[in-house]
C-alpha cells in the first residue's frame, strides 16, 4: 500500500482532520482498509488525524489511526431493512436524527476541525449533515467531505442513463439544501466514480468532485514465480451478491472440470454470510470447496494479510453484476491494476473503463457464466502476455490514482454547480 503523501503546493501541516466512518469497528468489510488509508496519507503531511468510529471498534484497530468510539448503531447492519417502504423512510429518518444527535456531541467535545470527511454517505446520513452543516460550518467545521460511494439510480441493459426510484424527491431536496455552501467552496460533494458523479449531477445539478483511489498497491506483482507455483485466479474483498460470487463459484467449478490438469488455483474471499436477491443465504458448494485447487478464505484479514493475497495473486477475477457496479468503482480492481494484475471484469462498467485504459484484462458479459469461464481460460492459456500487459500498464496506473492526488482533492476540490439542471428528472 502507497503510504507515501504529497499534496503539491498544498501546505497541511498542522491542520486537523475528522473522518466520520460509523460502520468501522472491525477488519470485516472495506471500511478499515479506506480509511486506514486516508488516515496515513494525511499524517504522512503533517495532519493531525481523529477517526469517529463504532462503539464497538476493535481496541488494537483503533489506537493506530486514533478512533473513537461514537456510534451505537450503523444502518450498514440492516436494522432497517423492513419490508415495508414506510417503515425503511421512518428507519432512514430515526437514523439521520441518530448521526445528527452524537455528531453534534463529538464536534463539541472534540473540534474545531479544519476538514470533516464523511466517506460512505447514504440517505440515512445526508439529512443530518444537512442540519450539522448549517450549525456548524463557521464554528466547529471549516470545510466539509461528504462522499458519495453508491448508487441512487438504476440502469437498464443496454442503458447507459440512470433511472431513479421516488426516494429521489428526498434526495434531491437534500442534496439541493446545501447549495450555498457548495457555492462558497465550504461544503464539497465528492465521488471516485465519473458515472456517480453523472448519476448526482442528472439529480440535482450538483456535480461531485472526482477524487482518485487512496488505496494503491506500492508493491509491483512479481511475474516470475517459482517453477512449481500454481496460476492464483482471486476475488479479494467482502464477497456480496451483487459481485457475482455465485457466477464466479459455478465458472471455476465448471472450469476445473473441463481443465483437470490445469495447475491453477481458485483463492475467494468469503469472510460473511451472503444473501441473494431474495434474501436467502448463497453458501459455499460443497463439491466446489473440496477441490484440491480451491481456497476459501473465512476468516477476517489485517492490512498485511490482505496486502499479502494480493501479492500472490496472478488474475483478479470480478464478474461483478452491472446492474450494481454500472458506475460504482471497485477498491480492488485499483489494487490489482496499480500492482500490474490483469483483471476479468464486466463489460461496459466502470471497471471496464478502468482496466482498458489503465489496465489489462479480459471483459465478460453481465451474469454470463460461459463468458466468464472463457476469459479464465483465456488468461490461463496467454498467462504471460497479460502478465507483461498488466506491469508494462502500473506507471499509468499509479498516474491515475496516487496518495498526493487523493490528498489535494481532499483539502481543495470543488463541486460543480449546473444551475440549468436544480430542477432535476
Same mark, same amino acid.
Not at 417502504?85 to 474545531?112: C, D, K
Not at 487523493?406 to 436544480?422: E, I, K, Q, V, Y
Given at each position: 500500500?502507497?503510504?507515501?503523501?504529497?499534496?503539491?503546493?498544498?501546505?497541511?501541516?498542522?491542520?486537523?482532520?475528522?473522518?466520520?466512518?460509523?460502520?468501522?469497528?472491525?477488519?470485516?468489510?472495506?471500511?478499515?482498509?479506506?480509511?486506514?488509508?486516508?488516515?496515513?496519507?494525511?499524517?504522512?503531511?503533517?495532519?493531525?488525524?481523529?477517526?469517529?468510529?463504532?462503539?464497538?471498534?476493535?481496541?488494537?484497530?483503533?489506537?493506530?489511526?486514533?478512533?473513537?468510539?461514537?456510534?451505537?448503531?450503523?444502518?450498514?447492519?440492516?436494522?432497517?431493512?423492513?419490508?415495508?417502504?414506510?417503515?425503511?423512510?421512518?428507519?432512514?429518518?430515526?437514523?439521520?436524527?441518530?448521526?445528527?444527535?452524537?455528531?453534534?456531541?463529538?464536534?463539541?467535545?472534540?473540534?474545531?476541525?479544519?476538514?470533516? /470527511?464523511?466517506?460512505?454517505?447514504?440517505?440515512?446520513?445526508?439529512? &443530518?449533515? @444537512? %442540519? !450539522? +452543516?448549517? =450549525?456548524?460550518?463557521?464554528?466547529?467545521?471549516?470545510?466539509?467531505?461528504?462522499?458519495?460511494?453508491?448508487?441512487?439510480?438504476?440502469?437498464?441493459?443496454?442503458?447507459?442513463?440512470?433511472?431513479?426510484?421516488?426516494?429521489?424527491?428526498?434526495?434531491?431536496?437534500?442534496?439541493?439544501?446545501?447549495?450555498?455552501?457548495?457555492?462558497?467552496?465550504?461544503?464539497?460533494?465528492?465521488?471516485?466514480?465519473?458515472?456517480?458523479?453523472?448519476?448526482?449531477?442528472?439529480?440535482?445539478?450538483?456535480?461531485?468532485?472526482?477524487?482518485?483511489?487512496?488505496?494503491?498497491?506500492?508493491?509491483?506483482?512479481?511475474?516470475?514465480?517459482?517453477?512449481?507455483?500454481?496460476?492464483?485466479?482471486?476475488?479479494?474483498?467482502?464477497?456480496? /451478491?451483487?459481485?457475482?460470487?455465485?457466477?464466479?463459484?459455478?465458472? &471455476?467449478? @465448471? %472450469? !476445473? +472440470?473441463? =481443465?483437470?490438469?490445469?495447475?491453477?488455483?481458485?483463492?475467494?474471499?468469503?469472510?460473511?454470510?451472503?444473501?441473494?436477491?431474495?434474501?436467502?443465504?448463497?453458501?459455499?458448494?460443497?463439491?466446489?470447496?473440496?477441490?484440491?485447487?480451491?481456497?476459501?478464505?473465512?476468516?477476517?484479514?489485517?492490512?498485511?494479510?490482505?496486502?499479502?493475497?494480493?501479492?500472490?495473486?496472478?488474475?483478479?477475477?470480478?464478474?461483478?453484476?452491472?446492474?450494481?457496479?454500472?458506475?460504482?468503482?471497485?477498491?480492488?480492481?485499483?489494487?490489482?491494476?496499480?500492482?500490474?494484475?490483469?483483471?476479468?471484469?464486466?463489460?461496459?462498467?466502470?471497471?471496464?473503463?478502468?482496466?482498458?485504459?489503465?489496465?489489462?484484462?479480459?471483459?465478460?458479459?453481465?451474469?454470463?457464466?460461459?463468458?466468464?469461464?472463457?476469459?479464465?481460460? @483465456?488468461?490461463?492459456?496467454? =498467462?504471460?502476455?497479460?502478465?507483461?500487459?498488466?506491469?508494462?500498464?502500473?506507471?499509468?496506473?499509479?498516474?491515475?490514482?496516487?496518495?498526493?492526488?487523493?490528498?489535494?482533492?481532499?483539502?481543495?476540490?470543488?463541486?460543480?454547480?449546473?444551475?440549468?439542471?436544480?430542477?432535476?428528472?
Amino acid at each position: 500500500m502507497d503510504r507515501s503523501a504529497g499534496t503539491g503546493a498544498t501546505d497541511l501541516s498542522g491542520r486537523r482532520l475528522l473522518i466520520v466512518e460509523e460502520a468501522l469497528r472491525n477488519y470485516v468489510g472495506h471500511w478499515f482498509e479506506y480509511v486506514n488509508s486516508v488516515a496515513k496519507i494525511n499524517e504522512g503531511a503533517g495532519v493531525q488525524v481523529t477517526v469517529a468510529a463504532h462503539r464497538q471498534i476493535d481496541k488494537q484497530l483503533a489506537s493506530p489511526i486514533c478512533a473513537h468510539g461514537v456510534f451505537a448503531q450503523t444502518n450498514w447492519d440492516g436494522i432497517y431493512n423492513y419490508p415495508q417502504a414506510w417503515r425503511r423512510y421512518i428507519g432512514a429518518a430515526q437514523h439521520n436524527w441518530r448521526v445528527y444527535r452524537v455528531m453534534s456531541r463529538f464536534l463539541e467535545e472534540t473540534g474545531p476541525y479544519d476538514c470533516v /470527511f464523511v466517506p460512505t454517505v447514504v440517505i440515512h446520513h445526508i439529512g &443530518a449533515w @444537512r %442540519f !450539522l +452543516a448549517a =450549525r456548524e460550518i463557521g464554528h466547529s467545521i471549516k470545510r466539509l467531505v461528504l462522499f458519495f460511494r453508491n448508487n441512487i439510480a438504476h440502469y437498464d441493459v443496454d442503458s447507459s442513463e440512470p433511472r431513479y426510484a421516488r426516494s429521489r424527491i428526498v434526495w434531491r431536496h437534500l442534496l439541493q439544501g446545501f447549495e450555498p455552501q457548495i457555492h462558497d467552496g465550504s461544503v464539497c460533494f465528492a465521488t471516485d466514480s465519473e458515472r456517480l458523479a453523472h448519476e448526482y449531477e442528472v439529480l440535482a445539478g450538483i456535480r461531485p468532485a472526482v477524487f482518485p483511489s487512496p488505496r494503491i498497491s506500492s508493491f509491483q506483482y512479481v511475474p516470475q514465480r517459482a517453477p512449481s507455483a500454481p496460476f492464483v485466479f482471486g476475488c479479494l474483498g467482502p464477497a456480496r /451478491f451483487e459481485k457475482g460470487i455465485d457466477v464466479l463459484q459455478t465458472a &471455476a467449478k @465448471r %472450469f !476445473l +472440470a473441463l =481443465r483437470p490438469d490445469a495447475d491453477v488455483r481458485f483463492v475467494i474471499q468469503w469472510n460473511q454470510p451472503i444473501r441473494n436477491e431474495g434474501g436467502t443465504i448463497y453458501s459455499p458448494d460443497p463439491e466446489f470447496v473440496s477441490d484440491r485447487r480451491v481456497r476459501l478464505i473465512t476468516e477476517p484479514l489485517d492490512s498485511a494479510a490482505y496486502d499479502s493475497q494480493v501479492r500472490a495473486t496472478d488474475c483478479m477475477v470480478l464478474p461483478y453484476r452491472r446492474a450494481s457496479y454500472f458506475a460504482r468503482i471497485s477498491g480492488v480492481a485499483v489494487e490489482a491494476v496499480t500492482a500490474g494484475i490483469p483483471v476479468i471484469y464486466t463489460e461496459n462498467t466502470w471497471m471496464a473503463d478502468l482496466v482498458e485504459r489503465v489496465g489489462a484484462g479480459v471483459a465478460v458479459r453481465d451474469g454470463n457464466i460461459d463468458s466468464v469461464v472463457a476469459a479464465i481460460s @483465456r488468461v490461463f492459456d496467454e =498467462r504471460e502476455v497479460f502478465r507483461q500487459r498488466a506491469c508494462d500498464a502500473i506507471s499509468a496506473a499509479r498516474a491515475a490514482h496516487s496518495s498526493a492526488g487523493f490528498a489535494t482533492a481532499l483539502w481543495t476540490a470543488r463541486s460543480g454547480l449546473d444551475a440549468a439542471g436544480m430542477q432535476g428528472p
